[in-house]
C-alpha cells in the first residue's frame, strides 16, 4: 500500500500531503497524484465560475443584443440559451482530428474558441431575466446559483424559497431579509445560521426560536432580546422602540449586535448530523474531509458548495452534486454523473474527461457542448474500439508533450484546465470571493484581469448618497428608476459601477417591512453579507472552555461540563476560525451543553 508523500505544489510552492487513501481513490479512477495542492486546485476550478456578474453584449447567432455572463471582450462566440440547446445548430460541425504533433490543451482551446458557448445556464425561468446559474425560478431578479425560488431579489445559494432579499445560502426560506445560512425560517431578518425561526431579528445560531431579537444560541424560545426573556407584552413594546426604518440607526444597531453575539460561544464547526468529517458548514455527511458547504456527501474529500446530495467518492469536486459518484476535478457538474474527470459544466453523464458544457452523454474525450453523444474526441465521432485505443494514446501523448504555461507550470494528464482556459476574468469569478487577489497579484498568476466597470457604461449620478432618504416612510415613490450613488463610491471601493437603483417590488418590500433604503449596491451589499462566512482553510486549534468560563474570561459557562468543573478543556479539533479572530470558540461537547 502506498504511504503518505509530501509533495511541492506547482503554483503556490507550498507543501502538501498526499495520504494513502488518496492514492487509493487516484488508482480507482485510474488518474496520477495532483501536482497542485488542496487549495490552488480549488481557486483554479472556482476561476471557471462566474455566478453572478451579468455583462450586454451581441448574440453571435441573431445579432441581438442579450444578458450573458461573458463579458463583451471575451474572445468566444455567444448563442442565447434557448438557441444553444435547440437544433439550430450542431456542435458535431466543429470536429477536429487529434494532432500527436501538438500539446493537448493548445488543440483544446482552439475547440473552445471556435464553438459557441450559452449566454446563461439556466432552466425553466419564468420572468427572471437577470438570474444566472439557476433553474425554475418565478419573478426573481438579480439571483444566481439558485433553484425552485419565487420573488426573490438580490441573493446567491437560494433554494426554495419564495418572497425574501438580500440573501445567501438560504434553504426553504420565507419573507426573510439580509439572511445568511439559514434553513426554514420565516419572516427572519438580519441573521446567520439560524433555523427553523419566524419573527426573528438580528439573531445568530439560533434553533426553533421566535420573536426573537439580537439573540445568539438560543433553542426552542420565545421573546427574548439580547437573550433576555420578556414576556409576550413587555417585548413587543421594547421591541417598537427598534427604529429599523431608519437607516443610521439600523447600522448602530448591527454594529451593536455584533459587539454582543462576541460574548458567546462559538461551535467550532458549522453543521449537523454528521459522521466523520472535517471543514465546515457540513450537513448528513460521512467520511467526508476538507469540504465546505456539503450536504449528503460520502466518503469524499475536498469538495465545495455541493448543496443537492446526493455526492459519493468524489475528490475535489465543487458545485453541484445531486446523485455524483467518483468525480475528480469538476466544477459545476451535476444531476446523474458518474466518473467525470477534469470537467465543468456537465450533467447526466458518465466517463468524461476534460469536457464542458456536455449532457447525456457518455465515453467523451476533450468535447465541448455535446449531446446524446458517445465515444466522441474533440468532437469527432469514433468507434467504440476506435476510440478505446485512441485514448491511451492521447494521454500517453499528453505525458510525453505536456503544455507548459508561461509560468513554467506543467499539465500533463491529471490536472484541471489550464487558467488561460477559462472564459472569465478572475475578478468576475467566484475564485476571487474566496481568494481576492491584486491586480498585480491576477496578472502575476496567470489569471486574466480585467474592471468590471468597463463593461457597464457610465451613469451620471442622479441621486447623491447624502440625499437618500435617511428613514423609509421619507422615500417617495419616484425613487424608483434613480441612478443612486453608492455609499462606498466616493472611497474607492464600490464593488460594482459606483451607482444602483432600486426597484418598485424591491421599495413594496422595504415599505411592508419598515426597514430603511439600503446605500451600498447590490455588490457591495453581496460581499458585505458572503465575508460573515467562515473561510475555506482550517486551523488547529484548542476548546477555549477554561473551565467555568471562557479562556479570555468573557463568557460564563452555566453548567458544569463534563471535563470536570474548573479544569481546561483538553479537545483539539481543526476549525474555519483562526486563532487570532476574537470568536470563543467551543468544542461540539462544551458548546452542545451550553446551548442545550
Not at 6 to 25: A, L, M
Not at 82 to 102: G, L, T
Not at 174 to 191: A, N
Not at 554 to 567: A, L, S
Request: aromatic share 14%.
Amino acid at each position: 500500500m502506498n504511504k503518505s508523500r509530501i509533495k511541492i505544489c506547482q503554483n503556490c510552492k507550498e507543501e502538501f500531503r498526499i495520504e494513502p487513501e488518496d492514492f487509493v481513490f487516484y488508482d480507482r479512477i485510474q488518474v496520477p497524484p495532483p501536482t497542485f495542492c488542496p487549495e490552488c486546485r480549488l481557486q483554479r476550478r472556482l476561476a471557471f465560475r462566474n455566478e453572478g456578474k451579468l455583462f450586454k453584449r451581441k448574440s453571435d447567432f441573431t445579432g441581438k443584443t442579450i444578458f450573458s455572463m461573458y463579458a463583451p471582450d471575451m474572445p468566444i462566440k455567444v448563442y442565447e440559451y434557448a438557441i444553444w440547446h435547440s437544433d439550430q445548430w450542431n456542435p458535431m460541425e466543429y470536429n477536429r482530428d487529434y494532432n500527436f504533433n501538438v500539446p493537448f490543451f493548445e488543440q483544446l482551446a482552439g475547440l473552445i474558441s471556435d464553438i459557441p458557448y450559452y449566454n446563461l445556464s439556466v432552466l425553466n425561468m419564468i420572468n427572471s431575466d437577470y438570474c444566472n446559474n439557476a433553474n425554475d425560478l418565478k419573478d426573481c431578479y438579480l439571483v444566481f446559483g439558485a433553484n425552485y425560488d419565487e420573488n426573490c431579489l438580490y441573493g446567491n445559494g437560494v433554494n426554495t424559497t419564495k418572497d425574501s432579499m438580500e440573501i445567501s445560502h438560504v434553504q426553504k426560506c420565507e419573507l426573510c431579509y439580509e439572511c445568511l445560512m439559514c434553513v426554514q425560517c420565516y419572516k427572519t431578518f438580519f441573521s446567520i445560521d439560524c433555523e427553523n425561526c419566524h419573527n426573528v431579528y438580528f439573531s445568530k445560531k439560533c434553533v426553533n426560536c421566535s420573536y426573537c431579537f439580537g439573540c445568539v444560541n438560543l433553542r426552542n424560545k420565545e421573546y427574548c432580546i439580547f437573550n433576555k426573556q420578556y414576556t409576550k407584552e413587555e417585548y413587543l413594546n421594547q421591541f417598537k422602540k427598534f427604529q429599523l426604518n431608519s437607516r443610521s440607526i439600523l447600522i448602530k444597531t448591527k454594529k451593536e449586535v455584533n459587539d454582543f453575539w462576541l460574548n458567546f460561544p462559538n461551535k467550532y464547526r458549522h453543521g449537523s448530523h454528521n459522521n466523520n468529517v472535517s471543514g465546515d458548514y457540513l450537513y448528513d455527511s460521512k467520511n467526508t474531509f476538507y469540504s465546505w458547504n456539503v450536504y449528503g456527501a460520502e466518503d469524499s474529500r475536498w469538495c465545495h458548495d455541493l448543496l443537492t446530495p446526493s455526492a459519493k467518492d468524489c475528490y475535489d469536486y465543487s458545485i453541484w452534486g445531486d446523485n455524483a459518484e467518483l468525480i475528480y476535478e469538476n466544477v459545476i457538474c451535476g444531476m446523474n454523473i458518474r466518473n467525470l474527470k477534469f470537467c465543468y459544466e456537465c450533467w447526466n453523464s458518465f466517463d468524461l474527461d476534460y469536457c464542458a458544457f456536455c449532457s447525456n452523454s457518455s465515453n467523451l474525450f476533450g468535447c465541448i457542448g455535446l449531446r446524446n453523444k458517445s465515444y466522441c474526441i474533440f468532437n469527432k465521432q469514433y468507434t467504440k474500439k476506435e476510440y478505446g485505443e485512441m485514448v491511451p494514446k492521447i494521454i500517453q501523448h499528453m505525458n510525453e508533450m505536456p503544455y507548459i504555461d508561461k509560468n513554467r507550470r506543467v499539465y500533463k494528464y491529471g490536472e484541471f484546465f489550464p487558467i488561460e482556459l477559462s472564459p472569465f476574468s478572475y475578478t468576475e469569478t467566484t475564485a476571487y470571493e474566496h481568494f481576492p487577489l491584486s491586480k498585480k497579484q491576477i496578472e502575476e498568476g496567470g489569471y486574466r484581469y480585467s474592471d468590471i466597470k468597463k463593461h457597464k457604461g457610465i451613469y451620471d449620478i442622479t441621486l447623491k448618497k447624502e440625499n437618500l432618504p435617511d428613514n423609509i416612510e421619507d422615500a417617495q415613490d419616484g425613487v424608483v428608476g434613480e441612478f443612486i450613488e453608492c455609499a462606498n463610491a466616493k472611497t474607492g471601493v464600490c464593488c460594482g459601477v459606483d451607482v444602483f437603483t432600486i426597484i418598485k417590488r424591491e421599495l413594496e418590500f422595504y415599505r411592508s417591512h419598515h426597514i430603511a433604503l439600503p446605500d451600498l449596491c447590490p455588490n457591495c451589499r453581496h460581499y458585505q453579507r458572503v465575508k460573515q462566512r467562515n473561510p475555506l482553510k482550517l486551523w488547529h486549534r484548542q476548546c477555549q472552555c477554561g473551565g467555568d468560563k471562557s479562556d479570555n474570561g468573557v463568557y460564563q459557562n452555566t453548567v458544569n461540563h463534563n471535563h470536570h468543573g474548573t479544569n481546561h478543556c483538553p479537545n483539539e479539533f481543526e476549525t474555519t476560525y483562526a486563532p487570532e479572530r476574537p470568536e470563543i470558540v467551543y468544542c461540539e461537547k462544551c458548546y452542545q451543553e451550553e446551548v442545550a
